[in-house]
């Protein structure tokens, strides 16, 4: 409990009630990540049902467009499914896919941060060359080739079944340099300080140094950078999927959604490839306003004053 | 005439916690081609006072009151335009860290000819030749090849002897050097204060030297300012203050030093620290540390008054004048 | 910096280059060697295996590892990367006819951005507080947030389906240089037809300069050596746009090299939405007909264009920042 109070009273805390952006970014995401997680409960129909689609209901605009069906509120899709429902379950894969690729850059990246930072000498050189080479490259072209070539080497069948992990791999391992820099910049900052001194000379093991003492210091800016990876790793799915290389579309994530109702804007049926578009910004906007407060909520304020 | 005379000038801040005040009425003079040192610790507010000279206090700190009055003219509120006349110009100031104060991605030549060229209108050639002059007045040896130099070529001596070529290019009435020696080497220190020193002579050069180093003003100036929380506590001629303090505050730095020691005792410290400008108190601001603070100090702020000749700005000075006389006896 | 430092300079870049072009050469063999099968493109079903395996041994499919590898990167070197199994042509020539359209393409997005983010950068940094920084900013967070496909979509519903005022695929008109390159900027047509596609383009690059050059910017502004300029009297513009800007851009300079590889995925994207007949939009029909010599072309190609820009970048800023060291140091 005392933590919980230590939280609620806590200066963070006081300054996001104050920001009315965070909170309002903070209450958009909430819903949005409580619709995903709760799609299967909410949506009027599971879309991926093919006993539960009928053809004859396909491109029937929004229930505030003439023409529109009070059962299909967002409108419906090209093969009959209602655009609310491959919505909430499509920003559930996109969420799923954002948040566990990041878990797994940030479990490699922060890994070998404190390892990198902790060791020095050339277990260190080693790793930040390799970072260095690696963050050269673009995640997304390195993503478009890898994922071009699976699709090409395993079939379409079998790399639908493969999509998301794949995904979640590429992104995930793609963007370990972010978090493997800032951990070590943190590592190094805080070797220095005597409390690590003191802990070496008491005798303890250096997994525990690193773990104990050192990890939780460092926290606070792999927060910080969590949120931008987490936007960023949305954006690259997206973006993915848009080319076809991504989820597929029996399975669709935004992405898909918005890459195969694109070829409708041109016959007027804007909502199929629209509201999905619309959602996955809002969406992202509401992650990085977070992390923009984050960052600077976190940091201490030198220059600028409220 | 005074050549440069700062009346009651006040710098204020607009904060978080309130309004913070930098200067609270500070008041002096330079006549021409005098030295005049201002010692201070860290927060004092000396550099604070140089900074609102040249009008080139960051915002959102301003000048809140009081005039400067520079050849006759308050240039207190002088436009940009009209400052610019005067800054690098007239007036001319050097800082403290040298590899911070030249731009490293420039060489040294650009940086001199353009202070002259923005003054007046001579041609490159004419503004590379007084430049390298002034390298080699400052004894900077091979003055041509470091004229295509950059900062970082050069070492910390080399470099505040470029920046003070720089400050002389233009024949400036007044020199404001804000801690020139501190980021230096012991042993330069030695060589750029006596060339600060010759030059001061040689060009009739007046000087405002900024430091919390006594054996700094000891050597160089000819008056001193000791400064703290803000106001001047004590004014008057070098040697005098130096040797015979009247202010509690300037006797606790004197004694402070090292040199004043015997081998094996303590080295004396003022007790406490100097107030953060949001944290002043009341009445005289020394008085927390001071060791004849009664109620008064705690409530009336002291004057600058005359005692000795000196300017002190204390409710006890003479009491301290009594101890010191009856220690010596 | 004398002439036989900078010699060494690029010899060195130069064979980390070579060094880099190798491995990316290996990789896309290797990748050849695991994906499709040429003999199921030349020779239908009713093949016997027997006559297969002859055919295997004729065309060196049989050959060690090594060897293959070899005979790639000699072919390579003289321009043969395979033939695609689509066109029917050498796969090198097929994806050199679409370069003209996408370099043209990255041409106009990097004006657009250079001549945006410099000077709004710049112009945020000094006014901080003035409303059109404010709105600059907070209009920059939200185009971070909206990946370039979605821009390009959005442009091509609002301008193209809704207003008709603008076209929505394609090149329009273009005239063929002398050497062959064929060119969209030299009708009223082309360039109706590249605008939308390069406002796309350099929609998420925009608001990142502009975030970084104010940034780095009002960093520089805070300096001793900014404020010892304003100390010498200095007319505001020199000030500004000599001693702030110079360092400013040097950092920026780095960023720029590390997001041409992003920029050159980002084409891929604008080219499918505009239907925009360069090679990102090659390479993508390449991967759905599963045409190998021309994925491979393609990433070799990419690799090359890649090595070489960041090799650019990194010899301009060895020119541009005085501090680097070029013996002995890497930039």
Known sequence: MSAISTFLQSDLLYRFRRDRVAVVSFIVLATFVLAAVFAPLIAPQNPYDPMQIDIMDSELPPVWQEGGDPRFVLGTDHQGRGMLSTILYGMGISLVIGVFAVLLQAFIGVSIGLVSGYMGGRVDAFFMRLADIQLSLSTLMVAIIALAVFQAAFGNELYEDLAIIMLILVIGIAEWPQYARTVRASVLAEKNKEYVDAARVVGLPRMRIMARHILPNTLSPVLVISTVQVANAVISEASLSFLGLGMPVTQPSLGSLIHSGFEFIFSGSWWITMLPSIVLIILILSINLLGDWLRDALNPKLYRDE | ?329 | MKSADLAAFLIRRLGQAILVMLVISLVGFSIQDNLGDPLRELVGQSVSEAERQALRDRMGLNDPFLVQYWRFLTDAIQGDLGTSYFFKKPALEVILAKFPATFELVLAATFIIVGVSVPMGVYCAIKPESFISRATMGISIIGISIPVFLTAIFLIYIFSVQLGWMPSFGRGETVTLPWGWRTGFLTADGLTHIVMPAIALSSIMLPLFIRLIRGEMMEVLRTEYVRFAWAKGLAPRRVWFLHALKNTLIPVISVAGVQIGTLIAYTILTETVFQWPGMGFLFLEAVNRVDTPLIIAYIIVVGLIFVVTNTIVDVIYTLVNPMVKIIGGDA
């Not at chain 2, 020193?197 to 180093?213: K, P, Q, S, V, W």
């Open chain 2, 1 to 329: 005439m005074a050549l440069l005379e700062v009346k009651d000038l006040r710098v204020e801040f607009p904060s978080r916690h309130g309004v913070l005040t930098a200067l609270r009425g500070v008041s002096f003079f330079l006549n021409a081609g005098e030295r005049l040192g201002i010692v201070g610790e860290s927060g004092a507010g000396k550099s604070m006072a140089a900074f609102a000279i040249l009008n080139l206090v960051s915002a959102p700190g301003r000048i809140t009151a009081g005039q400067i009055l520079f050849e006759g003219r308050d240039i207190s509120n002088f436009t940009d335009t009209q400052m610019r006349a005067i800054r690098g110009n007239r007036i001319s100031m050097i800082f403290q860290d040298p590899m911070m104060t030249l731009n490293p991605v420039l060489t040294v030549g650009v940086q001199m000819v353009e202070a002259l060229k923005a003054h007046s209108s001579i041609s490159d050639y004419e503004a590379k030749r007084i430049s390298i002059d002034k390298l080699r007045e400052v004894a900077i040896p091979s003055p041509e090849s470091r004229f295509d130099a950059y900062p970082h070529e050069l070492s910390g001596g080399l470099r505040q002897r470029v920046v003070i070529a720089i400050a002389l290019l233009t024949d400036p009435a007044v020199i404001i050097a804000d801690e020139p020696t501190t980021a230096l080497d012991v042993t330069i220190q030695a060589e750029i204060l006596a060339l600060l020193l010759e030059l001061c002579r040689n060009h009739d050069m007046g000087l405002i030297l900024i430091t919390h180093d006594l054996a700094v003003v000891s050597q160089v100036t000819q008056r001193v300012l000791v400064m703290y929380a803000g106001r001047i506590v004590e004014e008057g001629v070098t040697r005098t203050i130096i040797t015979d303090p009247h202010h509690p505050y300037t006797h606790g730095l004197i004694a402070a030093l090292p040199q004043q020691n015997k081998p094996g005792e303590p080295l004396n410290q003022i007790p406490g620290t100097m107030p953060s400008l949001d944290a002043v108190p009341p009445g005289c601001a020394f008085h927390p540390r001071c060791e004849f603070a009664d109620s008064r100090c705690h409530e009336e702020l002291p004057e600058l008054r005359p005692i000795d000749g000196s300017g002190v700005a204390c409710h006890h000075a003479e009491r301290l004048r009594e101890l010191k006389q009856g220690a010596t006896e």
